[in-house]
């Protein structure tokens, strides 16, 4: 067993993993440490409840009213985005 | 698009706003909870953000600026909230862990007030309670990290704190999320490992 597959995964590698970025190497040491397998599905419980999260926006016309108080500078030619 | 902006191009101010308006709106609101409230929060982040844009360093990534103000206006608010009804001796930057815990239900107590009709159906579920009840500081990071994406450098920059302070702030985030979660899981079976 190489280093690299006894370590504890890390709290930036549990996250990786629940993204599914975790290197080859690291991620065989979920299938060695019961431990660090329960934190990653735990983990990705969580990412998978935060992922979910509805999208919000503001009132119709936020633009408009934030316009409305903005000094716009003195201008000349065409916006293109 | 920035640029455009600088030059004074209002259809480029306007595309900014449309750009900015959801992901800032949210994370307001999520912040204070509170739909009109959040509303005024961005719009002033948004006036202030655009009537400096005069002066904004194009190294810095204006998404990582228009977030930092609207970030400090909430915890602003949220921490004279609690001003108002609460003592708040030493709380916002508590470390050891008996003030955070004080901190936490001081400054928590904003989270769990009774929300409007349309609040309470918006951010009633479990997920969007158990953030609420988070310290302003901890529910910015996880709102950055998990809903906008940022990288932990990014969230430093933005909240103007050390990376150091960014990870601990996520791994105990993260930890009272599972917590709050926990109760209510039975039902998910445990996924399986890739
Ligand atoms: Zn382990």
């Known amino acids: 067993m190489s280093d690299l597959t006894m370590q504890h995964l890390t709290t930036e590698e549990l996250e990786l993993w629940a993204q599914g970025l975790l290197g080859a190497a690291r991620t065989m040491h979920l299938t060695e440490c019961t431990l660090c397998f329960a934190e990653a599905q735990q ?11 509805p999208l919000f926006a503001p009132r119709a016309g936020f633009a408009d009213r934030v316009m409305a108080q903005v000094k716009v500078p003195k201008t000349s030619g065409e916006f293109r985005a | 698009m920035v ?12 595309e900014l706003i449309r750009r900015y308006e959801r992901p800032v ?43 930092k103000i609207a970030n400090n206006a909430a915890i602003d608010h949220i921490r004279k909230k609690d001003l108002d009804t609460l003592s708040l001796d030493g709380a916002p930057d508590a470390d050891t862990p008996d003030a955070i815990k ?33 310290r302003p500081e901890y529910r910015a990071c996880i709102l950055l990290r998990f809903v906008e994406g940022y990288s932990y450098e990014e969230i430093a920059d933005v909240m103007e704190i050390p990376l150091g302070t960014v990870k601990t702030y996520i791994h105990r985030a993260r930890n009272e999320l599972r917590e709050h979660l926990a109760d209510r899981r039975p039902e998910t079976p445990p996924a399986k490992a890739p």
Do not use: C
């Open chain 2, 3 to 14: 640029a455009w902006a600088k030059e004074g191009h209002e259809a480029a101010f306007r």
């Open chain 2, 25 to 67: 709106f949210a994370l307001v609101y999520r912040m204070v909870r509170d739909r009109a409230l959040a509303e005024d929060l961005s719009q002033e982040t948004f006036i202030k953000v655009l009537n400096a844009l005069a002066s904004y360093n194009p190294d810095y990534k204006f998404s990582s600026w228009i977030f």
């Open chain 1, 43 to 53: 983990e990705r419980r969580l990412h998978l409840t935060l992922s979910q999260l």
């Open chain 2, 102 to 134: 004080a901190t936490q239900l001081q400054i928590g107590t904003g989270g769990e007030s009774p929300l409007d009709e349309v609040a309470s159906k918006e951010l009633g579920s479990a997920i969007e309670r158990a953030i609420s009840k988070l």
